[in-house]
């Protein structure tokens, strides 16, 4: 079946960079995109950035424009995201989830959720 | 950017009752408008998208209609199960998701 399994917990310094992976199984990796979506705690979601496995290329919400990198390694099937400059804001579960259907951006399924913690 | 708004925040309900959810755009987003399920300590779950679509799995107590700028989920019969938050979600413009409507026990 369909997974994507994020890797686990982190707790940084303010100022300091986190990168998080995305390992995607049972589909083709370059048919789908792959979105970053984030939740601070007790809050709602929000759109980070897509990237599209295949050829890499990448889109970000301005809100994350300089500080946020998207990548991915066709050879592990593996998406990153690299959050730099990190504030208490950035506090949050980040998930990564995959475009329903081909050519079709609505999110699913998504990956487990990795938590980020900035705290001095 | 796009702006939705949901309504209520909070919906106090019995199992076996009718539950109606609003989500209304602050500009038309045609029929790209999505609603997802999150219960605690999970990933959300995507229930319905272009409006009236059930995602695969999910079951037909769970119906979506609207267009344009004012959209509604309908879930016919509450479960024990349905009782979570859930985000509509546009994706005309970028994309962007809704604050949220929790339903929980009267």
């Known amino acids: 079946q369909v997974q994507l399994v994020q890797s686990g917990a982190e707790v940084k310094k303010p100022g300091a960079s986190v990168k998080v992976s995305c390992k995607a199984s049972?589909?083709?990796?370059?048919?789908?995109?792959i979105h970053w979506v984030r939740q601070a705690p007790g809050q709602g979601l929000e759109w980070m950035g897509i990237i599209n496995p295949s050829g890499g290329t990448t889109s970000y919400a301005q809100k994350f424009q300089g500080r946020v990198s998207m990548t991915r390694d066709t050879s592990t099937r593996t998406v990153y995201m690299e959050l730099s400059s990190l504030r208490s804001e950035d506090t949050a579960v980040y998930y990564c989830?995959?475009?329903?259907?081909?050519?079709?951006?609505?999110?699913?399924?998504w990956g487990q959720g990795t938590l980020v913690t900035v705290s001095s | 950017e796009i702006v939705l708004t949901q309504s209520p925040a909070t919906l106090s309900l019995s199992p076996g009752e009718r539950a109606t959810l609003s989500c209304r755009a602050s500009?038309?987003?045609?029929?790209?408008l999505a609603w997802y399920q999150q219960k605690p300590g999970q990933a959300p779950r995507l229930l319905i998208y272009?409006?009236?679509n059930r995602a695969t799995g999910i079951p037909a107590r769970f119906s979506g209609s609207g267009s344009g700028t004012d959209f509604t989920l309908t879930i016919s019969r509450l479960e024990p199960e349905d009782f979570a938050v859930y985000y509509c979600?546009?994706?005309?413009?970028?994309?962007?998701f809704g604050p949220g409507t929790k339903v929980d026990h009267k």
């Open positions: 500009q038309s987003v045609s029929r790209y």
């Open positions: 979600q546009q994706r005309s413009d970028l994309f962007t």
């Open positions: 049972g589909y083709t990796f370059t048919d789908y995109f």
């Open positions: 272009d409006v009236s």
């Open positions: 989830t995959r475009d329903y259907d081909l050519e079709d951006n609505w999110f699913d399924p």
